[in-house]
């Protein structure tokens, strides 16, 4: 009987205080969850400027091989490497030995060749004389013609060598064809040059420098197209450059040369910018980001980074669209994502164009995306700017 007793009073208490608890709520009884709370954002169409960003790479505007013009021993070295030098500026002595020597062949030879000219000019002059009193004839004044045109052709080839002579002499002094910044020296004091041999250093010219980048052949026709289309906007464009460690260079620069034909290897056109690099902090062969701006798109829906999601089949955005029952539930929309404008792509500061999957009016949420977790699961949304609109509470808690 006792063991009766304690079963029964176990039984009434455990009823006693199921009724003393407050009712589940919807989603304990089987029901739908909560609302969460999501920032949504309307879609308004409007006018945004786009940058675009190519990899590329800097080079000097001009660079030249310093090469001798004669075969020499090099005597001195007069730059110091990496050094600026100016345009004119003396950089190798060769030896001039030989050069010498050719001009004072050349210059012997010249006066023996002018000795050779006075005398037929005698010559010539007698001959005309006797010829005028009958004492030469015709064939012999024209022999001494002859001659003497000789012996002038002869002095003008002799002037012409003793000029090539003294222009050879000259190439001794290897001077700076440019004004630029030297490289390694790739020849020493004593070694013999050619020019067909190595080249003995190299100039640069960094002021201005050039920044090379290629663009596709698919990005290009679709930037020719929504130009002539109005759906892009050129406007006047300007270049920035962002360097390897993220700094942007505080100069703007300007494109100046596009290539007409697509580089057979890579299927690219061939672009350039010229920055004036007057302080020389910028150096040939840096890797960086190119920055083309100046662009406008008319019309653009754009919507934050953090709205868009990656997908298995592709990018998209949950929209707030309204549901059964006056709910508001949270749709995945397909999107395809156009140009980046905003900032740099690694900021989340920045805004995605958005070229397919949205229209004006629609409701992108941009915040609370964690707490979506089926699509069609009702949200309350807040607009973006405003206060967030807090979930609704499950019926036994407002009751209480």
Not at 272 to 298: H, M, T, W, Y
Request: hydrophobic share 45%.
């Amino acid at each position: 009987m006792s063991r009766l007793a304690t079963l029964f009073a176990s039984s009434l208490a455990a009823v006693l205080a199921a009724c003393g608890q407050p009712d589940a709520g919807p989603q304990q009884q089987g029901g739908m969850p909560p609302p969460a709370a999501v920032t949504a954002e309307t879609v308004t169409p409007r006018t945004v400027p786009v940058n675009f960003e190519y990899v590329g790479r800097l080079e000097a505007s001009r660079e030249v091989e310093i090469r001798p013009r004669i075969s020499a021993l090099i005597e001195r070295r007069h730059f110091e490497e990496g050094a600026p030098v100016k345009a004119g500026a003396l950089l190798y002595t060769l030896d001039s030995g030989s050069q010498q020597a050719q001009v004072r062949a050349a210059e012997a030879e010249l006066a023996n060749r002018l000795a050779v000219y006075k005398e037929a000019q005698v010559e010539h002059a007698r001959n005309q004389s006797l010829a005028a009193q009958g004492f030469v004839s015709q064939r012999a004044l024209d022999a001494t013609q002859a001659a003497l045109e000789v012996a002038r052709a002869g002095v003008k080839s002799a002037e012409a060598g003793l000029a090539d002579a003294r222009i050879s002499r000259t190439y001794t002094e290897i001077r700076a064809p440019i004004a630029g910044v030297m490289g390694r020296a790739l020849q020493v004091e004593g070694a013999l040059v050619a020019p067909t041999g190595t080249a003995l250093t190299t100039l640069a010219q960094i002021h201005p420098l050039y920044a090379r980048f290629s663009i596709g052949e698919d990005e290009r026709l679709t930037l020719e197209k929504q130009i002539a289309e109005g759906a892009l906007q050129a406007g006047r464009q300007q270049v920035g450059l962002v360097l390897a460690d993220g700094s942007r260079v505080d100069a703007s620069g300007k494109l100046n040369f596009s290539d007409y034909k697509a580089n057979p290897e890579t299927g690219a056109f061939d672009m350039r910018a010229e920055f004036a690099n007057a302080d020389g902090a910028l150096k040939p062969g840096q890797f960086v980001r190119v920055i083309i701006e100046g662009g406008s798109l008319p019309d653009a829906i754009t919507v934050p980074q953090a709205a868009v999601q990656d997908g298995p089949t592709g990018k998209f955005v949950y929209v707030a669209t309204p549901g059964d029952k006056g709910m508001t539930v949270a749709l995945p929309r397909p999107v395809v994502v156009g140009a980046w404008t905003g900032g740099d792509p690694d900021q989340s500061a920045g805004r995605w164009v958005i070229r397919q999957g949205l229209k004006a009016g629609d409701r992108v949420i941009v915040d609370g995306m964690a707490r979506i977790f089926f699509p069609g699961m009702p949200v309350a949304a807040s607009e973006a700017g405003a206060t967030p609109a807090q979930p609704a509470a499950p019926p036994a808690q407002a009751a209480k």
